[in-house]
């Protein structure tokens, strides 16, 4: 069955916060005449739709598929196909059973990040001039050239490998946003860093190769890239390294930049980020991350692998509020997530749900910091993640500032760890967490 719902928009999509998702998911399993769909994830997603599937539930006759409080269908089966979303925007979905006359406790959530879209505006090639007019007949020779010159609805399509920093200072808006994407079919690079400032809202960065080493002014090398501090960008489907030298992905800032509000990171290969040497990479400068989310509202970090990171695969530090970081894969970074606070912040609200957490080879899977351990954070939650083989165990414990609820733990097998591709084996643990279609579990 399919069906076409209204378009939703990622700031109406993000405004339940992550705490209170947590909220909406946390009734009990008792209290139900029906037990909850205890597994459900997207099966396939494309730019205007996805197929979603979730476990059956015994006795169940029917299930509604929810956004929010609204059913937008009503199944028999255990998956639906849907139509007419919006390229590049967030939605979030829950499922309930019903048989008629009893429901069940809502699923988990159903994260669902469309893909960029393809039809291109505006083209920039390695070959190319900027004295063209940006047209696949005349494409303009660097990334800048077509930033400084986007309008809201551009889609800008990259062919070749370039080698600059570019700063994006102006973006699109909620019905049109602006897009830098690799030109369907071909492989496209930035080897530079890359910056989208403040006042950069509705920014889409998609499946682009990007090796953030800075290549201009004093501090060449040594930036974090992708920086993001303009709001509602959305980072879909690249690979971002840099070559073992600083940390990767920083979102927002208490510095002055600016706090970013309604960040997508999905379908990303976030990996060997930051300097490390010793036994096992062991020796790090503690601040080298994949992903550093420094200040930010209502981030959803869905779907990425986060792997080989000198330190966290993600910090949450000072100041990262309400977050819903679900169905990664972070495996074999410095330590896996933190909750933690300083400077007078403390990071509340977030939810760390059904990723999997494994083989960090410092310390624990998760953990948490509070430079004032009287003032911790508020409502963060790491709820039915999959931990495993981490060198000082799984979780950092008594948690303070957080609460672990019904985690579990594996060993995972994957089909060819050296090879980078982390396809589960059968019989693998934490395998149910890893069905997402748009997981890049196998390199592109």
């Known amino acids: 069955m399919s069906f076409r719902p209204s378009s939703c928009s990622l700031r109406i999509a993000a405004c339940l916060g992550a705490l209170a998702l947590l909220c909406a998911m946390a009734g009990s399993a008792a209290a139900a005449s029906l037990s909850r769909p205890s597994a459900a994830w997207a099966e396939r997603v494309t730019v205007g739709g996805a197929v979603l599937a979730w476990s059956p539930v015994p006795g169940a006759t029917r ?6 409080t609204e059913v937008v269908a009503s199944v ?29 406790v809502a699923s988990d959530p159903i994260p669902v990040t469309t893909l960029a879209p393809t039809a291109c505006t505006r083209y920039v090639s390695s070959t190319g001039s900027d004295d ?12 800048r050239r077509l930033v400084d010159a986007w309008e809201p609805g551009t889609v800008g399509c990259l062919d070749g490998g370039f080698v600059e920093d570019v700063t994006i200072r102006q973006g699109g808006t909620a019905d049109a946003p602006v897009v830098l994407r690799a030109r369907p079919g071909v492989n496209a690079a930035i080897r530079g860093r890359l910056w989208i400032s403040s006042g950069a809202d509705h920014v889409v960065v998609a499946g682009l190769r990007l090796d953030g080493r800075a290549n201009t002014g004093a501090a060449r090398a040594t930036l974090p890239s992708p920086t993001v501090n303009g709001d509602a960008a959305m980072l879909i489907g690249n690979d971002i390294s840099n070559a073992r030298t600083h940390v990767c992905v ?15 990171l999905a379908y990303n290969r976030i990996h060997d980020c930051g300097r490390r040497s010793g036994t096992a990479g062991r020796i790090t400068n503690n601040n080298h991350h994949g992903v550093y989310v420094e200040s930010s509202e209502r981030l959803r970090i869905v779907d990425n692998v986060i792997y080989d990171n000198a330190d966290r695969g993600i910090q949450l530090y000072p100041n990262a509020q309400r977050s819903l970081i679900q169905g990664n894969l972070i495996e074999r970074n410095g330590e896996g997530v933190i909750f933690s606070g300083a400077e007078g912040y403390s990071s509340g609200g977030n939810v760390v749900l059904a990723n999997v957490i494994a083989n960090s080879r410092i310390r624990s899977n998760i953990e948490h910091y509070w430079e004032r351990p009287s003032r911790p954070g508020r409502g963060n939650v790491a709820a039915r ?8 165990g799984n979780m950092s414990l ?19 760890r050296p090879g980078r591709d982390f396809t589960p084996l059968a019989g693998s643990g934490c395998r149910a967490l890893l069905r997402t279609g748009a997981l890049p579990l196998v390199p592109r």
Not at 87 to 101: F, I, L
Not at 250 to 264: H, N, P, Q
Not at 385 to 392: E, K, P, S, T
């Open 76 to 104: 028999a089966s255990t998956g639906v196909i849907l139509r007419g979303l919006a390229p590049s925007s967030y939605y979030q979905y829950t499922v309930v059973a019903t048989d008629g006359a009893r429901r069940s």
């Open 385 to 392: 993640n999959c931990l495993g083989g981490a060198h000082d």
């Open 250 to 264: 920083v979102l927002g800032s208490i510095r002055g930049y600016g706090t970013t509000s309604d960040t997508v």
């Open 398 to 416: 008594p948690a303070l500032g957080w609460v672990p609820r019904g985690n579990t733990t594996g060993v995972l097998v994957y089909r060819n």
């Open 63 to 68: 299930y509604e598929l929810r956004r929010g």
């Open 132 to 143: 063209g007019d940006g047209s696949a007949d005349a494409p303009w020779r660097t990334v």
